[in-house]
């Protein structure tokens, strides 16, 4: 189980102040924004389902890549209005900048203003040299901010050596235990396809009481950071652009939900960014949305209100 941080304080970051209507500090009726990030094929897409105990996000098969865009859903999960912010493979060490850009470009609308948490997706698996190029990569794009808001949860536990749990497997991976340190020794385990039993004789192999101790971890991560989101200059630059077009739409449409005002102003600036930001590349972008503050965040955020 997690060894999740202590409740610490509830300090806000110097200089963050709300975007327009969206707070930066999650209120009793707000839902928290979840980001799941990992390589392609890792089970990020089944996790969402497992957490939401139902089929909200298609499932590749394990060769190709089945979600090549970013996409939010948001359900009432034990008692919490959980988002789920499910994100293509960023770190494949495999894939272009350029193929990335428009995903990066479409998973910053739906970050901002700024995710409450986000889950590094691995497999309990043997980490051959691709796997560890993976997490050396990831690892280069994540802030000190960053690593405040983040768990390590695993997929296919059910690989896992019997008897053992996954704070026992990992301690056999410099690189893997390393990341989960960073991340205040938060890390959990689950197995998509054969922990969803009704009662297992091993509560360990249950999806059911692995995700209610995920979901503990992540509210402790909350209470740890004040309730306030991971956000950065770029994430609120694009927060104040959706917030102009929610204010043009309902201008233009007077009876548009604030549901449909907010989608429908997510698409506009997601048009703009990628016009606005067509110069810059690829990985740029992802150190100025991972990143918390930096020369990249100030270059890019300023091309954002551009
Ligand atoms: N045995 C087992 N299979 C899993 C688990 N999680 C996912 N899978 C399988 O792995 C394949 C890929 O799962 P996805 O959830 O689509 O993975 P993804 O990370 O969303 O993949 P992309 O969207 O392509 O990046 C599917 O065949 C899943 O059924 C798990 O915990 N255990
Ligand atoms: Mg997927």
Same mark, same amino acid.
């Given at each position: 189980?997690?060894d999740?941080?202590?409740?610490?304080?509830g300090?806000?970051?110097?200089?963050?102040?709300?975007?327009?209507?969206?707070? +930066? +500090?999650?209120?009793?009726?707000?839902?928290?924004?979840?980001?799941?990030?990992?390589?392609?094929?890792?089970?990020?897409?089944?996790?969402?389902?497992?957490?939401?105990?139902?089929?909200?996000?298609?499932?590749?098969?394990?060769?190709n890549?089945?979600?090549?865009r970013? &996409?939010?859903?948001?359900?009432?999960?034990?008692?919490?209005?959980?988002?789920?912010?499910?994100?293509?493979?960023?770190?494949d060490?495999?894939?272009?900048e350029?193929?990335l850009?428009?995903?990066?470009?479409?998973?910053?609308?739906?970050?901002?203003?700024?995710?409450?948490?986000?889950?590094?997706?691995?497999?309990v698996?043997?980490?051959?040299?691709?796997e560890?190029?993976?997490?050396?990569?990831?690892?280069?794009?994540?802030?000190?901010?960053?690593?405040?808001f983040?768990?390590?949860?695993?997929?296919?536990?059910?690989q896992?050596?019997?008897?053992?749990?996954i704070?026992?497997?990992?301690?056999?991976? &410099?690189?893997?235990?390393?990341?989960?340190?960073?991340?205040?020794?938060?890390?959990?385990?689950?197995?998509?396809?054969?922990?969803?039993?009704?009662?297992?004789?091993?509560?360990?192999?249950?999806?059911?009481?692995q995700?209610?101790?995920?979901?503990?971890?992540?509210?402790r991560v909350?209470q740890?950071?004040g309730?306030?989101c991971?956000?950065?200059?770029? +994430?609120?630059?694009?927060?104040?652009?959706i917030?102009?077009?929610?204010?043009?739409?309902?201008?233009?449409?007077?009876?548009?939900?604030d549901?449909?005002?907010?989608?429908q102003?997510?698409?506009?600036v997601f048009?703009? %960014?990628c016009?606005?930001?067509?110069?810059?590349?690829?990985?740029?972008? %992802?150190?100025?949305?991972?990143?918390?503050?930096?020369?990249?965040?100030?270059?890019?955020?300023?091309?954002?209100?551009?």
């Amino acid at each position: 189980m997690s060894d999740a941080e202590g409740s610490g304080g509830g300090r806000a970051p110097h200089g963050l102040r709300g975007t327009g209507r969206t707070s +930066l +500090l999650l209120s009793v009726s707000d839902s928290r924004r979840i980001v799941i990030l990992g390589k392609t094929g890792v089970g990020k897409s089944s996790l969402a389902n497992t957490i939401f105990g139902e089929k909200r996000f298609t499932i590749g098969d394990t060769i190709n890549s089945e979600t090549a865009r970013c &996409r939010a859903e948001t359900k009432t999960v034990c008692g919490r209005s959980i988002t789920l912010i499910d994100s293509p493979g960023f770190f494949d060490t495999d894939r272009s900048e350029g193929e990335l850009k428009a995903e990066v470009l479409r998973c910053v609308t739906e970050y901002a203003p700024g995710p409450h948490a986000f889950l590094i997706v691995l497999k309990v698996e043997r980490f051959t040299e691709q796997e560890q190029a993976v997490i050396t990569k990831m690892d280069s794009y994540f802030s000190e901010e960053f690593f405040k808001f983040a768990t390590v949860l695993f997929t296919h536990g059910d690989q896992l050596p019997p008897g053992k749990n996954i704070q026992q497997f990992i301690s056999n991976n &410099r690189l893997v235990d390393s990341l989960v340190a960073k991340c205040g020794g938060r890390c959990h385990v689950i197995d998509n396809k054969y922990w969803n039993g009704p009662g297992p004789e091993d509560p360990y192999r249950s999806n059911a009481m692995q995700v209610r101790g995920l979901l503990l971890t992540i509210d402790r991560v909350i209470q740890a950071n004040g309730g306030r989101c991971y956000t950065n200059e770029v +994430l609120q630059a694009v927060e104040r652009k959706i917030q102009q077009q929610i204010e043009a739409l309902k201008r233009e449409q007077r009876n548009i939900s604030d549901a449909e005002a907010r989608k429908q102003s997510k698409d506009r600036v997601f048009v703009g %960014l990628c016009v606005g930001l067509a110069a810059v590349a690829t990985g740029v972008l %992802l150190v100025a949305v991972f990143s918390v503050t930096g020369p990249s965040g100030v270059v890019v955020a300023a091309a954002v209100l551009a």
